[in-house]
């Protein structure tokens, strides 16, 4: 069965570095996102993105943050200069013609 | 603003009872709402969804009752099992691209 994949699965990071997460959506999907999930708290949403441009962005997603599909299989969100209170689980999802969105297993980001 | 609600953090039933799950929502403009299972270091799975022109959907153990005056859904799991131990999400959308996700429940089985 196809499946959304997400690599690394944990990120150690000092803070002010980049990190960029990758995933590979389910290969026929058309829309992609990426959500985080601070400890304990909900799974918020951060970016959609559709025919290689941002769709929808939620105030979470700022100027440090940037996705980009390079090369039509990886998705990545990109975190130029990170903070501590981005610590968190980053997941991906993909999405057909249906609504369901796929979700990948998560990369877990240490900000120290 | 949190838009979609899941008051009880925590709920534990015995094996074989049912499981009620409850959410709210505050946006009367959400059409559609989905049931998320997620295991820890996993991703959320889709478990079941419901249009907002439905009341009721049923999937073999799992049933969503939706509530629109009440702005109320609900995931029925009955027989409940052990595996069915999870957090469980419910997500709203309403159009656009971006889906709501309430803080979710995590539903233990006592077998």
């Known amino acids: 069965e196809p499946e959304v994949t997400q690599t690394p699965s944990h990120q150690v990071t000092q803070m002010g570095q980049e990190v960029i997460l990758r995933c590979v959506p389910i290969s026929n999907h058309l829309y992609f996102y990426w959500y985080r999930q601070i400890l304990g708290q909900k799974v918020e949403f951060l970016v959609s993105f559709y025919n290689n441009e941002i769709s929808e962005k939620s105030e979470i997603f700022d100027d440090q943050f940037s996705v980009e599909r390079p090369d039509g299989s990886n998705f990545t969100l990109k975190i130029r200069s990170t903070k501590l209170e981005d610590s968190a689980m980053y997941f991906c999802?993909?999405?057909?013609?249906?609504?369901?969105?796929?979700f990948g297993p998560g990369t877990r980001l240490t900000v120290l | 603003d949190q838009q979609v609600k899941q008051n009880s953090p925590s709920l534990s039933v015995q094996e074989g009872r049912i499981s009620i799950l409850n959410c709210d929502y505050t946006n009367s403009m959400f059409d559609y709402f989905l049931w998320y299972k997620k295991y820890p270091a996993e991703g959320p799975t889709f478990l079941i969804s419901i249009s907002s022109i439905k009341d009721k959907n049923e999937d073999g153990r799992f049933t969503v009752f939706l509530n629109k005056s009440a702005k109320h859904l609900s995931l029925h799991i009955v027989p409940s099992q052990p595996g069915d131990s999870a957090v469980y999400f419910c997500a709203a959308f309403g159009g656009g691209n971006q889906f709501y996700f309430g803080t979710g429940t995590s539903l233990t089985v006592i077998p």
């Open positions: 999802a993909s999405s057909g013609l249906g609504i369901e969105q796929f």
